[in-house]
């Protein structure tokens, strides 16, 4: 084979592995699936494809990622905004501003004066909306179910905490059970509780495994946009 043959070949290869890796870090340039929330408006789970659920929802939650928003206009119903900094993360001392967020309120969340609590203009809460956003799927999910996504509203991050401390002195993490979510009762408006877990069997954990991984990329990119159906963002 002529040289330049050899090179070329040699050239093809060692490109087609950088393609490779660029496709190993493919969801680090696209945008989550559209159309894959679930909306909690009026107490009522809405799902991605318009049914709707008065719940409880019985769900496995994949993983969650701690988020924090700020908005610098108040809430008008017929003109959103989004938030002009944000911040997510796996763990919550980890939270620090996008860096796409166009206006950065802080290099870290927790130095963050818009993240204390008395700091929003009632002086009854953080100016900052903190969340929990989750990726959940039905039990019956198979491989090709897309994974959807949830936000713990402010109300709901300590029934969310609570719950996953209960299941941790069990030994077990919230992908290895089904969950029941519903809304608090004697709430005015949509906060979620959680509890009544139940183990997955060997097949179904096997599945939600397999899935986890979509759910964390998922995650992982979600920007700016998640209307607070609680108080109106």
Known sequence: MPAAATTQRQALAEYR???RQEL???HTRIAPPAGNRISVKGRVFTMPDGSTNPGPLAAIVLDWRSHNQYWAVPYDP???EDPICWAVSR???DLSPSP???ERQAERCNSCPRNIFGSAPNRKAKDCRNSRRLAIVPPDATLETAPMLLDASPTAISAFESYLLGLATEGRMPVEVTT???FKPDADYPSLVFGKPRPLTDKQLATMIKLRE????MLDMTGARAANEETGH
């Open 100 to 102: 796409d967020a166009p």
């Open 78 to 80: 017929n003109h959103l």
């Open 17 to 19: 592995e950088v393609l």
């Open 214 to 217: 979509k759910a964390q990329a």
């Open 180 to 182: 029941l979510i519903a």
């Open 24 to 26: 190993a870090a493919l």
């Open 91 to 93: 763990t919550y001392e």
